[in-house]
């Protein structure tokens, strides 16, 4: 039985002699020479392709795209020279490796080869070792060559396969961010006698932040902003699942009633913190269309904000827990009056936890103070103006959070919703 | 964040310094997870070197009271600063974990149920 080492080296000859002979192209217009020097490189183990003159050379250096390309500097048509600098012309043959072959070594003939784009040198009437010695070196460097153009090879197929993979994504978030905005409502007239606008703005493709106006029974309009922890697709779908849970016909069933606070207590039970520490923070009204009173809690939630034309504005959030961090928390309901004219503001907290170049943030009182100076511009304007200052506080467009500011303005005596069953 | 952890007693205090954010969660969450194995019943998190706490950092500090909470262990916040006491006391999180100004209150705060 052979040795183990034994088969080590049997083996790795084997892969040796599986591996095909470097290919040497010898250009010559010199039979003789040619021929001499072609039996000699044949006997060292090379496959050796030979051609009479620089045309010739060029277009065989095409075809066997050789490992090896010796040159005679002298020949007619193209010379050496001419031929290295076609070579390295062509964008697919530049990296070849070209040796000059020449009858003198004059250094200002080697000067000139070196420049035209020759590796290296042979004399006509080099030894046979050093014949060997500069065929070996030169396949060497030839190996080197091809081995690092297959690697960018690699490199540039790995890139573009990345690429596409990218866009393939970017194709995928880009259709889940639209769902999600077609989930929020459309701008306009949520109920008779009161106007709605809002601007939302994620920070990723898809945000966490959500918000929702539409009639929650009858006379009433159900309004909710919410804020999933964290960015991205999994706050998205966290926030999405929420959304499902305060939709109408479902709030009807796993809570029987449209009460904020009920609502709160059974999103509290149902949406504990995830493993990774992961929750809502949630506001929900209720605003009672005939008598304009607004029913809210909050869990968590930085709330909503009340500007009045004939009282002191108002910030609807209280003190509490978001959701999840105590199952057995209870939220209240608290209630106030809306009147004629009256600005209704739903907003994330990222609209005011806005930081400035030097870390200040931009602060409630400050979003306050925007809202308030630009009453006397439509609900629209408004919002806008509001967005653009945070944005100039910034120094920026991409806000470092989730922005959704909702605003809702009484316009007139609302008319009482009445659906039909 | 930097985090170094002292043992005095039945409590562990984990000095924290830096900003308890998301980018950090995994060194807290390893710290805390050291500390629980080391069967800490009461954990003090020494937040007078945290400068700043972001949303995720919340849910870790519910979470972890939550989970204290599971083997009667209680985690204490101790003297957090300015802006950090503000987002605790926003969030009502002190309603969850108790806070102390000092060391010497946070470690009396907590005494261990008798054994057996």
């Known amino acids: 039985m052979a040795h183990p080492a034994q088969h080590r080296v049997e083996r790795a000859a084997a892969v040796e002699a599986a591996k095909p002979a470097p290919v040497i192209l010898l250009v010559d217009d010199d039979d003789i020479t040619r021929t001499s020097m072609a039996a000699r490189l044949k006997r060292l183990g090379y496959r050796v392709i030979e051609a009479g003159d620089g045309d010739a050379g060029l277009a065989a250096t095409r075809t066997h795209r050789p490992n090896l390309i010796i040159l005679d500097w002298m020949m007619p048509g193209l010379d050496g020279p001419s031929v290295c600098e076609a070579i390295r012309a062509d964008a697919e043959l530049k990296s070849s490796h070209v040796v000059l072959m020449t009858a003198h070594d004059r250094p200002d003939q080697i000067a000139e080869g070196l420049s035209r784009g020759a590796d290296d040198f042979l004399s006509k009437a080099a030894s046979k070792q050093e014949v060997l010695a500069r065929v070996q070196a030169s396949l060497r460097s030839s190996a080197l060559v091809r081995e690092i153009e297959r690697t960018r090879d690699d490199l540039d197929l790995s890139n573009r396969l990345l690429s596409a993979k990218q866009e393939e994504l970017e194709c995928e978030l880009q259709s889940a961010a639209e769902f999600v905005q077609s989930q929020l409502p459309q701008p306009g007239m949520p109920a008779p006698g009161l106007a709605m606008q809002w601007a939302y703005q994620p920070s990723l493709a898809l945000g966490g932040d959500l918000f929702q106006v539409s009639q929650w029974g009858t006379d009433t309009l159900g309004l909710y902003i919410l804020d999933a922890s964290g960015h991205g697709v ?35 039970r149902r949406f504990p913190l995830t493993q990774e520490g992961e929750y809502f923070t949630l506001w929900v009204g209720r605003l009672h269309l005939p008598s304009r009173a607004l029913f809210y809690a909050a869990a968590g939630h930085g709330g909503a904000f009340v500007h009045s034309t004939t009282r002191a504005s108002q910030w609807l959030s209280s003190t509490s827990l978001p959701l999840g961090f105590d199952s057995e928390a209870t939220f209240e309901t608290a209630c106030t009056q809306l009147s004629l004219h009256d600005r209704l503001y739903l907003l994330s907290d990222g609209i005011y936890e806005v930081p400035s170049a030097s870390g200040e943030l931009w602060g409630r009182t400050r979003l306050q103070d925007t809202l308030e100076a630009s009453r006397h511009l439509s609900l629209e304007q408004c919002i806008g103006e509001t967005m653009t200052t945070a944005r100039q506080w910034l120094g920026g467009d991409i806000f470092p959070d989730d922005v959704a ?9 609302s008319v009482p919703v009445r659906r039909e069953s | 964040m930097r985090i170094t952890e002292r043992r005095i007693g039945h409590s562990i205090i984990l000095d924290l310094v830096g900003e308890l954010t998301y980018a950090n969660r995994t060194a807290f969450k390893g710290a805390i997870e050291r500390s629980k194995q080391a069967g800490c019943r009461h954990l003090i998190l020494n937040m007078e070197g945290v400068r700043f706490l972001d949303s995720s950092a919340l849910g870790m500090l519910a979470l972890l009271s939550q989970s204290l909470k599971v083997t009667q262990g209680v985690v204490s916040l101790l003297n957090p600063q300015s802006y950090v006491r503000e987002i605790i006391s926003l969030a009502n999180l002190h309603r969850m974990l108790p806070v102390y100004n000092t060391e010497q209150d946070a470690l009396a705060g907590y005494s261990l149920p008798a054994a057996g």
């Open chain 1, 234 to 268: 999994a706050a998205a779908l966290r926030a999405i699942a929420l959304m499902s849970f305060l939709r109408e016909d479902n709030l009807a069933k796993a809570v029987g009633s449209y009460d904020p606070g009920a609502i709160i207590n059974e999103a509290n």
């Open chain 1, 405 to 413: 500011l909702v605003g809702l303005e009484v316009l007139e005596d």
